[in-house]
């Protein structure tokens, strides 16, 4: 009997300490998580203090990389490069800014040097407009043209583009115009119903004849529906079209497009695309901007693109403005 009793607390005291072998790994591994996490968390405040590339692989971006919407509108170091620009543009086509002001008239597409550069505008009497095409990637100095009054009236004008310094390559470049009155050299306002780059971009202009029917809508109540329809005439085939509904506003991100992706374009001649305004649409006004562009095959990169020549012109054209009251 008092054998079996000593042998009790043997078993108790090797059962104890095959416990603590098992507890003793698992409190030492979360101990090294624990020492790896406050690593980390150090390595990151350390960042946020001054920026290295290797915090790059604890998630802390570069402070100084430009944002996607600065991006959008002007090219900078620390941009995507020309590589991803070609790219964009290939497949997304012409580029213009996710915010606009009614003082200037911006946009991103390819140039070439001896290209027929039109342009559909209107601004008010006694101002003058100026485009400046300013190419990137070192592939040209800017230039500028004055392009002629239109008192107030709708004008088209074109032009050759001559491109100093492109060596007579297709190459990435930013569009803008704005207006200003002669009298005062203060700005005004610039509407550009239709602009391209391009042997096709010529005629009257390679889109046209956008129209709204009707030109203002009461925002339906209930589950009314009110159709309001868009129409636009393609002088030419293209390769992609896409159709953007613009909402004039101030906020980033506040205008609302349709669709978001471009679609293949059947042929030249009438389009139309309907928008079916409910309850939910925002007040205000809107502008329908159609772009359409050739991808050149689709297969550009670095390499090829700059032998594309005339199979990367585009060009932008809108509608006047729809009001939702």
Known sequence: MEESWTRVPRILIALAM?????????????????????????????????????????????????????????????CPGEDQAVQSLVRGGPSIPTTRTPLQFSARGFIQNGWPIVIKYRVPAGAIATLTVTPLFGGGAPFRQVLPASEGSDRLYSFVARVPGSKEKVVVADYTIAARDEASNAAVP????????????VGSIAIDKIR???????????????????????????DLVSEDLWRACTKLFCQWSHPTNPYAAPTGGPHTWEWKVNRKAKLGQYQLVIRAWHTCGAQVNLQTYG?????????????????IQ
Not at 214 to 226: A, E, F, L, N
């Open 307 to 323: 032998q594309c020549g005339k199979q990367l012109d585009w060009v932008v054209g809108s509608a006047g403005p729809v009001f």
């Open 18 to 78: 095959a416990i603590c072998l098992l507890v003793q790994p698992t409190s030492a591994t979360s101990q090294d998580r624990s020492t790896r996490s406050s690593n980390v968390a150090q390595m990151v405040q350390r960042c946020h203090r001054l920026w290295v590339p290797d915090c790059a692989n604890y998630g802390v971006e570069d402070p100084n990389k430009p944002r996607p919407a600065d991006c959008a509108i002007t090219w900078q170091p620390g």
């Open 190 to 201: 610039v509407t550009i119903l239709g602009f391209g780059a391009g042997p096709r971009a």
């Open 212 to 238: 709204t029917d009707p030109p203002t809508v009461q925002r339906p109540t209930g589950k009314s529906i009110t159709l309001l329809t868009f129409t636009y005439f393609l002088e030419n085939d293209w």
